[in-house]
């Protein structure tokens, strides 16, 4: 069973992407706003508000970083932890990590399946509502998946699960 379908009234995300979006809300929150709060003091004491630069972009700069805040917030409030199903036995779920074969390119990849706000690939986290992700998703070890692409059809093969 997908995730989406596991958690209908949420956006599903492991244990770790909640740990990370806290940790960047605290830091926002915290820290953050005090430095900004000193900018536009400092800004400010330039003079005329009407012509000071550094004031107006100094309050963007606020106002993008409480739109910021605002989502974060709002996807915390979203989230459902979906934890890595461990009792999975040999198949590649979400939360879970495994060594995938790229048949096309005969390259190895590590990916683990997660939701869809925490997905980066340079990290190695695959979104399990991508098409890969949702054509791996339940995949047993061993198992070649054939995706279409927009750059036609690719096929993968987990090798190992890692975690």
Do not use: C
Request: a negative charge; zero cysteines; glycine letters at 8%.
């Amino acid at each position: 069973m997908s995730p989406a379908n596991q958690n209908a009234g949420g956006e599903p995300i492991t244990a770790a992407g909640i740990e990370e979006l806290e940790a960047e809300l605290d830091e926002l929150k915290g820290p953050r706003r005090q430095e900004m709060a000193d900018r536009i003091r400092v800004a400010r004491e330039l003079g005329d508000l009407k012509e000071n630069a550094e004031y107006h972009t100094a309050k963007d700069d606020q106002a993008m970083m409480e739109t910021r805040i605002k989502r974060l917030e709002e996807r915390l409030r979203n989230a459902v932890v979906v934890e890595a199903s461990d009792g999975a036995g040999d198949t590649f779920s979400f939360g879970r990590t495994a060594e995938v074969e790229d048949s096309a390119k005969g390259e190895t990849v590590t990916w683990t399946l997660v939701g869809s706000t925490e997905a980066n690939l340079a990290e190695g986290k695959l979104s399990a509502e991508s098409p890969i992700g949702q054509a791996l998703m339940d995949a047993a070890v061993g198992a070649t998946v054939e995706v279409e692409t927009p750059r036609g059809s690719k096929s993968f093969k987990v090798l190992k699960l890692v975690s």
